[in-house]
């Protein structure tokens, strides 16, 4: 049986990359609900994420009034775009109703760069992300039937 559960979030923080052209990119996923499989003892977690780009002078452009985000196919994409990643956190949630710990990680795959800019005249990128997720059992409290050596 699987059923939403309430989790706290312990540690929730910003990746950040370079890529090639200068551009920084910060972007963070957020867990904005939980599932817990009771069978499989493991959380699902529903994403939504959040990005900005401080781009250098090559990712500026003509603003374009007409841009929809989510609209890119991969024949608008010239290229891929050598990149380092800078900071990669882990993110933690705490699940105390089911005595377990949800890690998230977010890792840019690929990135993909395009000849489309936004609103703001910043250069569209398309990127291809992988989220690692797990869940761990908060850690067992030592046993109370443990023997004591004494130097007796």
């Avoid at 867990?31 to 959040?50: G, W």
Wanted: glycine fraction near 4%; charged fraction near 30%; avoid cysteine.
């Amino acid at each position: 049986m699987t059923r939403e559960v309430d989790f706290d979030v312990v540690r929730e923080d910003w990746s950040s990359d370079k890529l090639e052209t200068g551009t920084s990119v910060r972007h963070k996923i957020s867990v904005n609900a939980l599932e817990f499989d009771d069978e499989k003892r493991q959380a699902k977690p529903q994403f939504k994420s959040m990005y900005h780009l401080i781009p250098s002078k090559e990712d500026q452009g003509p603003p374009d009034e007409n841009f929809v985000p989510g609209r890119l196919t991969d024949a608008d994409v010239l290229g891929q775009v050598k990149f380092e990643p800078l900071k990669e956190p882990m993110n933690i949630y705490d699940v105390p109703s089911e005595k377990v710990l949800v890690l998230t990680k977010l890792f840019i795959r690929q990135v993909g760069r395009t000849e489309k800019f936004n609103k703001k005249g910043f250069r569209i990128f398309k990127a291809i992300l992988l989220i690692a997720a797990g869940t761990i059992p908060y850690p067992v409290p030592p046993s109370l039937d443990t023997k004591v050596v004494s130097d007796a």
